[in-house]
């Protein structure tokens, strides 16, 4: 087909470059858009045809489309190959075809991705690298910067970057790129690159194949922050010079040498003094700098260049006075002046009062900037030089203005004060939604600084995906409307819950420039109403508990008493025996059920006294370690002087069990348990800062039980304290276990929380206010002997027929007379009986009709002589009132034993013959 005349030229009219190499690699053909294109890829330099394409350029066959040419003829397979074209830039495609006559090959010039076209057109400089740090990407303005370092031999695309930019090398670029791609994060950083002596900002961003480097040159906006920053230190500083001078006191003197002094800090210049007309000349005054010396000089009006800016009333500006025909040159070389700026002070009254010069021993050491500041103190200058020299005349007048001062400065240090101390933040928004200002606490305790909002976006703060209910607030507010709404966001504190409010921005005329906010963190308010919903959720379902608690108990103590009779029939050998000994130890598992429910509701009677942490664990170590297993391994790490609480022993004891229990369930495959106590002070606020925690300041004993089990994730520590709430099996557990824990420890006025994570074991952290005593309960309170029996006769009143039946025959198997009434009517009816002996009454105090307290006050005053014991299934501080809590006879929780019951019976008889 090459032989064809027509064949060839119809191949030279098409837009591909079409080429054949012979076995040796010689162009034996190539059409014209081959002719344009091949040449700058090989390095030839003349006629294409005829020529070795290894020979046209030494570094040829090292080049990617040099290997590319090679491993086709070697291999015998087809290939693709990209590359950029040097001249032109543009993708081109090769692509070739082994023969057993050589090699022929098509040159597309390849249409270039939609994206890359993209980012050809944006002002920052993308690169991508693969994994060996080969350019697989450079976008048309990174070209360009390329182009900048100097020529390049061929395409960048394929070559090591730190070939195609050795300046990288050694530089912070380097070690960033070294350290995104180890730690496969995106980092961000601001950095000096040398060759081209320019500031970049730069962005790495690992991919699954190597590295993007988005790169913004800063040095423009590096230079404007600058000149702001100059420009702000400026105007803090003219304002600075106004309040000076308008404090400077009535002394025409003092205010002309405050004006000198103020003038040459704020210009910076060498010296600077303040000329009065004296006679037909202008008299040195004041002076600060190297003018001091100089004071006294005298200048003519008519033939000096303050003279003329004394007559003209216009500021002059003389860049160098050697040049100049209107300065004075005896003036001069008295001053030693080169360069200088004059400025007349005007009253309203009297036109120009005086010249204020400042001057430098350099010539064109001022600039208009210069210039601009004198002219921006200028009329303050002037109006204190005219309050000064009339203050005798105008004493009143100075006065009022020197309480208008005092009251302006006082606002200022005021709202200076309040901006400073405030806790929120305060921001301002043009039209656009840019902030131009924003101050308060908030930005330092959260780690920001201004510059990271000012001149940014709400879009651009918040980002795009939450910008919608923010610019919507924005707009509402406007459009002239106050706005309050609440979001959320994440910190390095973790979630965080915000306020924010919006007001419009008004000008003079009433049009609206912008939006003022206020930011605020309510996280503390929202979780207290969290807290207060929770603690609302426990106390209903702890009022429940204590009532079904109250009929447990007075079921369970008829199991248990009668069972304890049961037991004392039967024989040691007797068969019966096993099952009513298992009859007493489910009602004992039921009663322990009991306890949990009382003690969740906070209902249940504690005796409360100074103890040791320490004590409790160390006494129940020897328990725990059978209970825990082999596979486990219990470490106590207890302070030697740790500092007493006040609680209740017995719930000590449940609170260290529970959650030695919880843990070892957590650790199916063993594991470690550690129990920590120690003393711990909180300042103000440190709980809640470091722990997330609302616990006032104070001294605290810590008890720490930590495991390296499971963990728990964040929704599971949400409901971890509600009741009847288990990840376990409803047969393994009932769900009180840490309800349980979580009453006991507020009811003791401490505070509970947990850190975990799923994975991570968990750590339960309890904290008790510590309490100054000499010495602190020891050891397990011993068992009471056995009671002494009585004969005494006691008036048992009890609505529940079991209760009642089961309590008079215990009385009676201690020798005690019995009387039983179901109520307090029938009670009072068997005391007006005659000769009745009644010596103790055992009363319930829940009773229907007639309760146990009125049966106690009837009683009392017609038989003074009788004894009380309460008894009930509630609690001292559930439905008893406080009659019960305050009175002076003995209290019986049910259900009790025989021993507590026939003891308390003693000890009130006891009490009542003494």
Not at 376 to 405: D, I, K, P, W, Y
Not at 434 to 459: H, K, M, N, S, Y
Not at 661 to 676: F, Y
Not at 788 to 817: H, I, K, N, W
């Amino acid at each position: 087909m090459l032989d064809s005349a027509r064949s060839l030229e119809a191949l030279d009219r098409i837009d591909e470059g079409i080429f054949a190499l012979d076995v040796e690699g010689r162009i034996s053909y190539a059409n014209r858009t081959a002719l344009r294109l091949l040449p700058p890829l090989i390095g030839a330099s003349g006629e294409l045809v005829g020529t070795v394409v290894w020979d046209a350029s030494p570094s040829f066959s090292e080049t990617p489309t040099g290997l590319a040419l090679r491993r086709a003829s070697s291999d015998g397979v087809p290939a693709i190959h990209s590359v950029r074209h040097p001249v032109s830039g543009a993708m081109l495609e090769l692509r070739l075809f082994p023969s057993a006559e050589g090699l022929s090959g098509l040159v597309l010039e390849a249409a270039r991705p939609r994206a890359t076209d993209v980012l050809d057109r944006v002002s920052d400089l993308y690169f991508s690298c693969d994994d060996e740090w080969r350019l697989t990407f450079v976008n048309a303005r990174a070209a360009e910067h390329l182009r900048l370092l100097g020529p390049h031999p061929g395409d960048p695309i394929g070559r090591p970057v730190w070939d195609v930019i050795p300046g990288l090398v050694g530089t912070r670029f380097q070690a960033e790129a070294f350290r995104a791609m180890v730690e496969q994060a995106e980092i961000e950083f601001e950095g000096f690159f040398a060759p081209l002596a320019r500031w970049f900002s730069v962005r790495f961003t690992p991919t699954d194949g190597g590295i993007i480097a988005c790169v913004r040159d800063v040095s423009g906006w590096r230079r404007t922050r600058r000149l702001l920053t100059r420009e702000a230190e400026r105007l803090a500083a003219v304002i600075e010079t106004q309040q000076t001078v308008a404090t400077a006191g009535p002394d025409p003197g003092g205010v002309m040498r405050v004006v000198a002094e103020r003038l040459q800090a704020l210009t910076r210049a060498g010296a600077a003094g303040v000329f009065v007309p004296d006679g037909g000349e202008l008299v040195l005054c004041e002076a600060s700098g190297s003018g001091t010396a100089q004071v006294g000089l005298r200048v003519a009006i008519d033939s000096s260049l303050v003279g003329l800016c004394y007559t003209s009333g216009e500021l002059i500006r003389c860049d160098d006075t050697s040049v100049d025909p209107r300065v004075a040159a005896d003036a001069i070389e008295a001053l030693g002046a080169r360069s200088g700026i004059l400025v007349p002070l005007k009253t309203t009254q009297q036109g120009v009062q005086a010249v204020v010069a400042i001057w430098s021993a350099r010539p064109r050491d001022f600039d208009d900037l210069h210039v601009h500041t004198i002219r921006l103190v200028a009329g303050l200058l002037s109006t204190a030089l005219e309050r000064a020299a009339s203050f005798a005349a105008n004493q009143v007048l100075l006065a009022e203005r020197t309480a208008s001062l005092a009251a302006i400065e006082g606002a200022e240090e005021r709202f200076r004060t309040l901006v400073e101390s405030i806790d929120d933040v305060v921001f301002r928004l043009d039209r656009d939604q840019r902030c131009v200002d924003i101050v308060g606490r908030w930005l330092q305790r959260e780690g920001f600084a201004p510059a990271d909002f000012l001149g940014r976006t709400t879009a651009d703060v918040v980002g795009p995906e939450a910008a919608a209910l923010h610019e919507q607030a924005n707009l509402r507010a406007l459009a002239g409307e106050a706005v309050t709404y609440e979001w959320i966001r994440e910190s390095r504190r973790g979630t965080r819950h915000m306020q924010t409010s919006l007001a419009p921005l008004r000008a003079p005329g009433g049009a609206i420039i912008g939006v003022v906010g206020v930011g605020r963190d309510i996280t503390r308010r929202v979780e207290a109403e969290q807290q207060v919903r929770q603690a609302q959720k426990m106390e209903a379902v702890g009022r429940f508990a204590g009532g079904v608690a109250h009929d447990l108990n007075n079921m369970m103590m008829i199991i248990l008493g009668f069972s304890e009779f049961l037991l004392g029939t039967l024989a040691p050998d007797d068969a019966r025996r096993a099952d009513a000994d298992e009859i007493r130890k489910a009602a004992e598992r039921a009663m322990h059920l009991t306890r949990q429910l009382l003690g969740f509701g906070r209902h249940r009677v504690v005796a409360r006294e100074p103890l040791s942490l320490n004590t409790i664990v160390e006494g129940m170590e020897r328990m725990l370690r059978p209970l825990l297993g082999e596979d486990i391994t219990l470490v106590a790490t207890l302070s030697p002087r740790l500092g007493a609480v006040e609680a209740d022993y017995g719930q000590m004891e449940q609170v260290v069990m529970n959650l030695t229990l919880n843990a070892r369930d957590a650790m199916p495959e063993g594991g470690q348990l550690t129990i920590e106590t120690v003393d711990v002070d909180f300042p103000e606020g440190y709980a809640y800062r470091h722990l997330g925690v609302e616990i006032p300041a104070g001294p605290y004993v810590l008890l720490v039980v930590s495991d390296t089990g499971l963990g728990m994730a964040a929704d599971v520590k949400s409901h971890l304290f509600e009741p009847f709430f288990t990840t376990k099996s409803t047969t393994l557990n009932t769900g009180l276990g840490l309800t349980t824990v979580y009453g006991i420890v507020v009811q003791s006025g401490g505070y509970i929380w947990v850190d975990s994570a799923a994975g991570q074991g968990c750590s339960f952290k309890l904290c008790f206010p510590r309490v100054a005593v000499d010495e602190v309960a020891g050891a397990v309170p011993q068992r009471s002997p056995a009671p002494a029996r009585g004969s005494e006769t006691v008036l048992l009143v009890e609505d529940e027929d079991a209760v009642r039946a089961l309590t008079a025959r215990v009385l009676s198997d201690q020798g005690y007379a019995v009387l039983e009434a179901r109520d307090g009517l029938e009670a009072l009816g068997i005391l007006d009986q005659p000769g009745h002996g009644i010596q103790l009454v055992l009363t319930d105090v829940v009773m229907p009709g007639m309760g146990g307290l009125e049966l106690a006050r009837r009683i009392s005053g017609a038989h003074p002589n009788v004894r009380f014991v309460y008894m009930s299934g509630y609690t001292e501080g559930d439905k008893l009132q406080p009659d019960v809590r305050n009175s002076p006879y003995p209290f019986l929780q049910k259900p009790f034993s025989p021993e507590n019951l026939a003891g308390r019976i003693r000890e009130a008889l006891d009490q009542g013959s003494r």
